[in-house]
């Protein structure tokens, strides 16, 4: 299996649209939010927990030195562009904040599984005089639960056999506060 992961040329990881080139480490997070309050015996537990929004830290790089960037400066140059290999990894760079700032969900393949319907939350980027020529990104990403909604109209009220408790809401007129009765034992009249 190993040698037949080897020769495979797929990526193995990707944010949206952008090929990881070294996956440094990758961090996967699905939670279950549980209620702090006690649940009755016989109660639906599926009603006291919700699954929360899976979150994905990708520490991830690209180097000038890679195949794709010298592939991409020769192809660059033999059509007549002006692309070095010190763009690349800047043009990697921009490509992850413009998915980021586009605020348009995407997928995440990662070695373990596919993500759907991820933002990126934060970038951070890490420069130090060995690495000058090479993106370090740390990548945290968070899905998005979407769900789908719909309207409807109730029937007319003379058709409900309850319309005090089951008509649409109306407005009713402005409401005056008026003053409670006091309880047995009294209670300090209003100044």
Same mark, same amino acid.
């Given at each position: ?21 070294? *996956? +440094?480490? $990758? ?7 549980? #209620? ?8 639906? %537990? =599926? ?50 904040? *413009? +998915?980021? $700032? ?7 393949? #990662? ?8 933002? %990126? =939350? ?70």
């Amino acid at each position: 299996m190993a040698i037949f992961d080897f020769l495979t040329l797929t990526p193995r990881s990707m944010i949206g649209p952008i090929e990881i080139a070294a *996956a +440094l480490e $990758e961090v996967l997070s699905d939670n279950l939010q549980v #209620t702090e309050h006690p649940v009755e015996i016989g109660a639906a %537990i =599926t009603d006291h927990a919700y699954k929360r929004p899976s979150e994905v830290v990708l520490r991830c790089g690209w180097s000038n030195s890679s195949l794709d960037a010298i592939s991409a400066a020769v192809t660059s140059f033999f059509s007549g562009g002006g692309l070095t290999l010190a763009d690349y990894v800047s043009g990697v760079y921009s490509q992850l904040l *413009a +998915l980021q $700032e586009s605020r348009v969900p995407f997928d995440i393949t #990662t070695t373990r599984r596919r993500y759907s319907n991820m933002l %990126i =939350t934060g970038l951070q980027v890490t420069t130090d005089s060995r690495s000058s020529n090479a993106l370090m990104v740390q990548a945290t990403c968070r899905q998005i639960i979407i769900v789908s909604t719909q309207s409807t109209t109730l029937p007319p009220r003379e058709d409900q056999a309850s319309p005090a408790d089951t008509a649409e809401v109306e407005n009713a007129g402005v409401k005056q506060v008026a003053p409670a009765t006091p309880s047995p034992g009294g209670a300090l009249p209003p100044q």
